[in-house]
């Protein structure tokens, strides 16, 4: 039945601390060409399930299949030659490289490749076209969070991973950070995003998760999600962030 579904996340159990888990028996289904975001209260487990699928957490019980193989042991060294790209919500940039060096780095394991895909990403972000010989630790927040998307992008992932990538950014580079992924999307990249503006999150999306207390509490498309009386009432009148 999973291989339907390009990633397929059965009932996993996972945590930092021996014997305490974060997740319990989380479950998720992305289908090839999907933008899925997840929301839920801090605390639910959301950046601990990211982690979880790209191999810096191990899982526990349970299992994850990509493209019907299972990865639940593979490293994130071993995903990223898969084609599944992880952009974290902090520490995302080496701030002493440039922008160019930045981006090189994201192709190391492809270097006959990385001046095509540079110039895929900068047609994607065109500032950071403008500044390649800039270093990044100049960088505003907004242009960092570019900047790590774009490193993602330059293994040419068939999934990318987003731990909150509007984070900490004005309601303008919020803006720009959701309709870069959306194009990344439409572009042929299949995206999990997990995202603190639920209301901005569930817009985008074509299927949301809601997890609390790290299990899913409720899934649907976003359009319904974002009109559903109980999620209204208990998620999104505290996690939204605006309109």
């Known amino acids: 039945m999973s291989e339907q579904f390009l990633v397929h996340v059965d009932k996993i ?4 601390v021996p014997g305490v888990d974060i997740l319990y028996g989380c479950s998720l289904e992305l289908r090839e060409g999907e933008l899925l975001g997840i929301i839920g209260p801090n605390g639910a487990g959301k950046s601990t399930l990211l982690k979880a699928l790209f191999g810096l957490l191990s899982i526990r019980d349970g299992s994850v299949q990509y ?11 071993e995903l990223v030659e898969k084609g599944i790209g992880y952009v974290p919500q902090r520490d995302n940039v080496f701030p002493s490289l440039t922008i160019e060096e930045n981006l090189e780095m994201g ?6 490749q990385v001046k ?6 900068v047609d994607l972000f065109p500032r950071l076209g403008e500044r390649l010989p800039q270093r990044a630790g100049s960088l505003s927040g907004g242009e960092r969070q570019m900047l790590a998307m774009a490193r993602a992008l330059m293994m040419k992932p068939s999934v990318i991973l987003l731990d909150e990538p509007s984070a900490g950014l004005s309601p303008v580079l919020q803006d720009q950070v959701f309709l870069r992924t959306r194009e990344i999307n439409q572009a042929g990249v299949s995206v999990v995003m997990v995202e603190q503006n639920a209301r901005r999150c569930l817009q985008i999306c074509h299927r949301g998760y809601v997890l609390d207390q790290g299990t ?6 976003g359009h319904n999600l974002l ?9 999104l009148g505290t996690l939204a962030r605006g309109d």
């Open 107 to 112: 192709a190391f394991l492809r270097p006959k």
């Open 116 to 121: 095509e895909r540079i110039d895929y990403v």
């Open 227 to 235: 009109n559903d009386p109980k999620v209204i009432e208990l998620y």
């Open 216 to 221: 899913n509490a409720y899934t649907d498309t």
């Open 13 to 16: 159990r996972a945590g930092y």
């Open 67 to 77: 493209r019907g193989e299972d990865i639940s042991s593979a490293s994130a060294h």
